[in-house]
């Protein structure tokens, strides 16, 4: 990630969205509208809030191929943190990497979410995602994510 920190300790994960969050104002100008609007919605990275994305767990990834390719990842809730779940539909994917940890195996293993970062990239948005067991990297011309029963 550029600007969120994601950094293990040796005791545990160091989690620091500020730099983020202060060169959030200009990025999201640059952002397709659904990107700006999930990166910039009230809650996100509020630790304390049940719209923040830490914690939440990777529940399942699906792709609908036509003439592009769309993906759909859902987020299942924490049960100390979050009251739903979160879907995030990305739209004419150009790019997806999936890197799973060290002593990880399979998608279900890759856990909850530590931290996330919304980035402009030309025709669209970049959307990184710092996993307990790796790391999700998507870009696309936009997303829209919404809280829910996932």
Known sequence: MKFVKVEWSGEGYWLDPSAYLAELPKLKEEMPRGAAQYATSDGH?????????????????????????????????????????????????????????????????LGNVLLDEILPVKDGCSHEIALLGGRLYIECADLQATWGDS
């Open 45 to 109: 990275y509020d630790f304390s809030s049940s719209r923040c994305v830490k914690d939440l767990w990777l529940a399942d990834m699906s792709t609908v191929h036509s003439d592009e390719i769309d993906l759909e990842i859902k987020f299942d809730p924490s049960k100390w943190k979050h009251d739903a779940g979160l879907v995030i539909r990305y739209t004419m994917v150009r790019k997806l990497d999936i890197v799973v940890g060290e002593h990880v195996s399979g998608l279900t293993l």
